[in-house]
Structure formats: structure tokens, C-alpha cells
């Protein structure tokens, strides 16, 4: 079951978007943490361990890449599901995303039934229910 979500995205618009996106796709009562950059990413998964991380590709100090390099080697946080949303994103980087252990890669723009079929496959990883709400 999905109770942490951490929403890395530089645009504090674009996470208030995955967050209602994520509510309507059946997880309002998941507790939502907010983070501008990879840094803050890291930092806020290591705080509330958490059950997925939402990510942009494109942001200061930390990219989505570079975020995902520095999950796939730690220990703690190499197994927590990642869902990437970008508008960017060529081959190449959508397969080292893939190798580092992504999820799901998601293009912009997304919506709540997009997000219903990612979740649904989280919730499969997690060994839990498909939750709908």
C-alpha cells in the first residue's frame, strides 16, 4: 500500500498537479511530501521511507538522472517504485532511466487515468492491492 509519496519537481505548480492527479487516481489519503530538486528528493525520501517517488526530469541542482543514479546504488532506497513525468526525454535516457530502476516513464501532459495505470502497476510491485479508490 502506497502511504508516502514524495513529489520531486522544480515547478511548485507542476507538483500541486501530480498531487491532485494522484488524488483523483485513488490516493487522497497518502501523505504527500514535496521536494524543488533530487537533493531535497533524497532527503525527503529518507525521512518518511517512502512508498513512491514522483519525479520531473529537468531541475536545479539535482536532475531526475542524476536523482536516479544516487538511488540505484543506495541501499535504502534502491527498491522504492519511481514514476518519472518529463516532456524531455530522448531514447537513449529513457532506457538509463529504465537500467537505474525507473518504474515508469510518463510524458507530458499527464491525467488521472494515466496515472490509474502506473499506480496500478506500483501497487503490483508492492505486493498490494490495486487500489481505486
Known amino acids: 500500500m502506497i502511504k508516502n509519496i514524495v ?5 511548485a505548480l507542476a507538483r500541486m ?13 497518502a501523505n504527500f511530501f514535496e521536494a524543488s530538486d533530487g537533493s531535497e528528493a533524497i532527503m525527503r525520501m529518507k525521512e518518511v521511507k517512502a512508498d513512491l517517488l ?5 531541475m536545479p541542482n539535482m536532475n531526475g538522472i542524476e536523482l536516479m543514479r544516487k538511488i540505484s546504488v543506495s541501499p535504502r532506497l534502491s527498491g522504492t ?3 518519472v513525468v518529463t516532456s524531455a526525454g530522448n531514447v537513449e535516457q529513457r532506457k538509463e532511466l529504465l537500467e537505474l530502476g ?5 510524458s507530458k501532459p499527464i491525467s488521472p487515468p494515466l496515472l490509474i495505470e502506473a499506480i496500478q502497476e506500483v501497487n503490483e510491485i ?3 492491492g490495486v487500489n481505486k479508490n
Not at 513529489?7 to 515547478?11: E, F, L, P, R
Not at 514522483?54 to 529537468?58: E, G
Request: aromatic residues 2%; contains cysteine; glycine residues 12%.
Open 54 to 58: 514522483v519525479t520531473d526530469l529537468t
Open 7 to 11: 513529489i520531486a519537481d522544480d515547478s
Open 126 to 128: 508492492l505486493g498490494g
Open 102 to 106: 525507473v518504474t515508469r516513464i510518463l
Open 17 to 29: 498537479f501530480i498531487r491532485r492527479c494522484l488524488e483523483i487516481a485513488g490516493l487522497g489519503d
Open 81 to 83: 517504485p519511481v514514476l
